[in-house]
């Protein structure tokens, strides 16, 4: 694995994807498997992974969430929500959420692929829609659901050494999820729980030649 991604290898990325979405299994490692429900049961959401080529190497594009908002203020996360009836696909729900929450236009990104879904302890199911992004772009932040915008060197979020578990007591059950402490923009982040978990995967299949 480049130390920089800076030799991104695309046909390498796309082929640790799935072309199609696919629902996770018991299999994947990084899913909430506490979280009680079974897929037919959970809500189904998508978010865009995006991917952002530059001469440094592979970025990663995450915001971070509204400190005002009622579910999950603060938190670092990919652009991305439930899917509506209108939605066409996960990929189409994933790049409408990406347009309203940071004014990315949806021509934009080029989809790479799908990870496995990832099922959450607070009822979700969500599609990880992993696409390129290729400069220059502009964002326009809607401030009333997004802080900030920023990007990560996608080395830096697969570097072991920044990996850790933590755990939270909710809804009278214990459940492990997995931090990812990083520096961008000069401040410290900790990425944790679904984004930490959805980055984590397509790690383990790029490791593995998945």
Not at 78 to 85: D, L
Not at 179 to 202: E, H, N, P
Request: hydrophobic share 45%.
């Amino acid at each position: 694995m480049p130390a920089t991604f800076a030799a991104f290898d695309l046909a390498r990325m796309t082929a640790c994807l799935r072309p199609e979405p696919v629902a996770a299994t018991d299999e994947d490692d990084f899913t909430d498997k506490t979280a009680g429900a079974e897929e037919t049961r959970l809500i189904p959401a998508a978010v865009l992974f995006p991917l952002v080529s530059r001469e440094q190497g592979l970025q990663v594009l995450l915001t971070c969430r509204a400190e005002h908002l009622h579910d999950h203020p603060g938190q670092i996360s990919f652009p991305g929500g439930r899917m509506e009836k209108t939605d066409a696909s996960p990929a189409h729900a994933a790049l409408r959420e990406a347009e309203e929450e940071i004014g990315l236009a949806r021509n934009l990104p080029r989809i790479l692929g799908y990870l496995p879904t990832y099922r959450t302890a607070t009822g979700f199911s969500i599609y990880p829609v992993v696409a390129l992004l290729l400069p220059p772009f502009a964002l326009t932040l809607d401030a009333f659901e997004v802080a900030e915008a920023f990007e990560v060197p996608l080395a830096d979020l697969f570097d072991p050494k920044h990996h850790r578990r933590e755990s939270i007591f909710y809804k009278g059950r214990e459940h492990a999820y997995h931090v990812i402490d990083c520096v961008a923009g000069g401040q410290s982040r900790r990425v944790w729980g679904a984004t930490a978990g959805m980055i984590l995967a397509l790690r383990r299949r790029w490791q593995a030649g998945l």
